[in-house]
């Protein structure tokens, strides 16, 4: 079995937002059933995918019937085949009606991000590069995917604009050079990661000289990421990000770079097919 991971904080309230978003004042196609009528459901996947938001899920039956029982047959992170159950429920049949599809929508759009993740992470499996999400996420739904980033065996960078610093090209225009823009960073004494943003070997060079710790080297092609890594000599660490997907991450991380950050962990999602059959009990 895969090994637990921590959960955000703050998930009930956000859940309780989603349930908000779709319930409403009430949900009126529910009432046709009769108000103690009790179910049992089981979930099912229509293809192979990493499981991921089982807290999620949880959450949506908690906050509205706290009765209703969860049965889950996988854990989060493990990977699963076309047919599988991921769950059973059992309960209210309105308020496992109700919390459908607000369950489901979680629970796809974090296994599609887990699934995409561990893909990624397969295709450098042996090489010592970390790869990284970036913060083009689903707004409201950050710190979920990013936890099912590593529930896919990737990476997270910096969470939001307040733990880290990366210093963007018009960051640098901003400041007027780059060892200016390095300085005015390491001048905040925050406590925070400082990165530079360069788009070609001057650039790298100009930040090496201003002792950058960690350089992101932005759409480099791979003779220039070679050129790259043979300059630096260890001397930052280098992080990858721009038009890098399953076909050439491997390459690039053959390089001897450090880090690759994709957008497309958290963005390019596409929902994993689940269903949910319920049965009522005579």
């Not at 409201?140 to 090209?169: F, M, P, S, W």
């Not at 070679?226 to 050439?248: F, I, K, Y």
Request: aromatic share 4%; glycine share 8%; hydrophobic share 45%.
């Amino acid at each position: 079995m895969t090994e637990p991971f921590a959960i955000p904080s703050g998930l009930s309230g956000e859940v309780a937002r989603f349930i908000a978003e779709d319930v409403g004042s009430g949900d009126l196609t529910a009432l046709i059933i009769p108000e103690h009528q009790q179910a049992t459901a089981g979930v099912i996947t229509r293809e192979e995918m990493v499981l991921c938001g089982q807290a999620w899920f949880d959450a949506v039956f908690a906050c509205l019937d706290r009765h209703i029982v969860v049965d889950w047959l996988a854990r989060d992170g493990e990977q699963l085949k076309a047919g599988a159950t991921l769950c059973r429920l059992s309960g209210n049949a309105r308020a496992l009606l109700t919390g459908e599809r607000a369950a489901l929508n979680l629970l796809q759009t974090l296994s599609a991000t887990a699934t995409l993740a561990r893909r990624y992470a397969q295709a450098v499996a042996g090489l010592n590069v970390k790869v990284l999400d970036t913060r083009k996420t689903l707004p409201g739904l950050r710190q979920a995917q990013k936890y099912a980033v590593r529930c896919g065996g990737c990476h997270n960078h910096r969470t939001g604009l307040y733990d880290g610093i990366l210093i963007k090209e018009n960051h640098i225009l901003a400041a007027g050079s780059i060892a200016r823009a390095l300085d005015q960073a390491r001048a905040l004494n925050s406590g925070a990661p400082i990165e530079i943003e360069v788009e070609t070997l001057d650039e790298l060079d100009q930040a090496l000289a201003a002792n950058a710790e960690r350089v992101l080297l932005d759409n480099f092609s791979l003779e220039q990421l070679n050129t790259a890594v043979t300059r630096n000599a260890r001397r930052a660490q280098l992080e990858v990000s721009g038009n890098v997907g399953l076909e050439n991450i491997r390459g690039i991380a053959e390089t001897g770079v450090d880090f690759i950050s994709i957008g497309a962990l958290t963005k390019n999602v596409q929902a994993i097919d689940l269903s949910m059959r319920i049965n009522l009990d005579s």
